[in-house]
């Protein structure tokens, strides 16, 4: 089904001489995995429904996963959790196309890491928090305020 070189790589050749309306669900679940070669994630889950359809083959798909980013008040590691759902359809020719443009591979491969990779990094949180009260730095010293007061603040700086 996939490889380690190309974890959400699937093998849809099978599905494309079904009857329109079969469908089969691909599960996905990897404690680590990178993808683009530039985001790290853990507790990878997701699974993609890859239905046949008359212009191609539809993959309505629902992935979570958490990434390590920095607090924007602290600085320090904070984990947030991301969570995403997409429909998309994989046309057999360019007639049939949608606006994203994805045509099924001759191979009847398609690899659903470059989907993957830009639906969560649309959720990335613009200003990721390590917890909801985070206390920040001090503005003057940089003493991170959540590990010890400073006497420079008497108040959360945001």
């Known amino acids: 089904m996939n490889s380690n070189r190309h974890p959400l ?11 329109i309306g079969y469908n ?11 993808l683009q070669s530039e985001m790290d994630l853990t507790s990878f889950h997701g699974v993609a429904k890859i239905s046949r359809t008359p212009q191609g083959l539809l993959c309505q798909a629902h992935f979570h996963a958490d990434i ?32 994203s443009n994805l045509i099924l591979p001759d191979d009847a491969h398609i690899d659903l890491e470059p989907l993957v990779h830009e639906y969560l990094t649309i959720e990335i949180p613009i200003r990721p928090l390590c917890k909801p009260d985070c206390l920040g730095l001090c503005s003057i010293c940089g003493e991170n305020l959540n590990e010890r007061g400073c006497e420079h603040q008497t108040q959360p700086v945001d």
Do not use: K, M, W
């Open 9 to 19: 790589r699937l093998n849809v050749g099978f599905i494309i001489s079904q009857s």
């Open 24 to 34: 089969r669900d691909f599960e996905f679940d990897f404690p680590n995995i990178r």
């Open 68 to 99: 390590l980013l920095d607090c924007v008040r602290c600085l320090e590691p904070a984990s947030c959790h991301l969570d995403t759902e997409f429909d998309e359809l994989y046309a057999f020719s360019s007639r049939t196309a949608t606006e």
